[in-house]
T-cell receptor
Framework: DVKVTQSSRYLVKRTGEKVFLECVQD?????MFWYRQDPGLGLRLIYF???????EKGDIPEGYSVSREKKERFSLILESASTNQTSMYLC?????????????FGPGTRLLVL | GENVEQHPSTLSVQEGDSAVIKCTYS??????FPWYKQELGKGPQLIID?????GEKKDQRIAVTLNKTAKHFSLHITETQPEDSAVYFC????????????FGAGTILRVKS
């Protein structure tokens, strides 16, 4: 089974702090994704990566950056956390062969910014 | 860009009844339509998908139908059970943006026993 793990289930940070959310997948997938999930808005893509050191902006990249130094690990960085970044963050991965493939999600990190 | 609308936002059914969730999309180039189920405390999980060269697909108690002309697709769950209670998301993508899924807002399904 594909396993996607996220470093924290719950996180509380202060406004202005730098926040790192880590995601690891164990199935040698090429693609990795970061989404945020808000009630009534569904899942919105922040960034995705199709290879090591490669990244592409999603629909809502403002205020976020990402890092992919190793194939299995994809990090989401909030350079200076703000209260409007309080949300559920979901990481996902997919095989990366033909583009339209199953995405496997981690359990999510619920981030509260005070 | 693509926009996906999903209805209803909440759906309550009696155990054993059917449930239908509908989505519409805006980009006629979209050709892949997956459905994800998210149980409490877990990440979404793919339950069924359909591609534009197919009008209907079934997997046991769940089915998805696609109307490309009207640009809408629906999830049908028959003989609902309490374990079907979850949040369901539809999504759409095109070959041009193959890795990028655009999700609907989600439907909270409650199955009452």
């Amino acid at each position: 089974d594909v396993k996607v793990t996220q470093s924290s289930r719950y996180l509380v940070k202060r406004t202005g702090e730098k926040v790192f959310l880590e995601c690891v997948q164990d199935m040698d997938h090429e693609n990795m994704f970061w989404y945020r999930q808000d009630p009534g808005l569904g899942l919105r893509l922040i960034y995705f990566s199709y290879d090591v050191k490669m990244k592409e902006k999603g629909d809502i990249p403002e205020g976020y950056s990402v890092s992919r130094e190793k194939k299995e690990r994809f990090s989401l960085i909030l350079e200076s956390a703000s209260t409007n970044q309080t949300s559920m963050y979901l990481c996902a991965s997919s095989l990366g062969v033909n583009g339209q493939e199953t995405q496997y999600f981690g359990p999510g990190t619920r981030l509260l910014v005070l | 860009g693509e926009n996906v609308e999903q209805h209803p936002s909440t759906l309550s059914v009696q155990e054993g009844d059917s449930a239908v969730i509908k989505c519409t999309y805006s980009d006629s180039a979209s050709n892949y339509f997956p459905w994800y189920k998210q149980e409490l405390g877990k990440g979404p999980q793919l339950i069924i998908d359909i591609r534009s060269n197919v009008g209907e697909k079934k997997d046991q108690r769940i089915a998805v139908t696609l109307n490309k002309t009207a640009k809408h697709f629906s999830l049908h769950i028959t003989e609902t059970q309490p374990e079907d209670s979850a949040v369901y998301f539809c999504a759409a993508s095109s070959e041009e943006y193959g890795n990028k899924l655009v999700f609907g807002a989600g439907t909270i399904l409650r199955v009452k026993s």
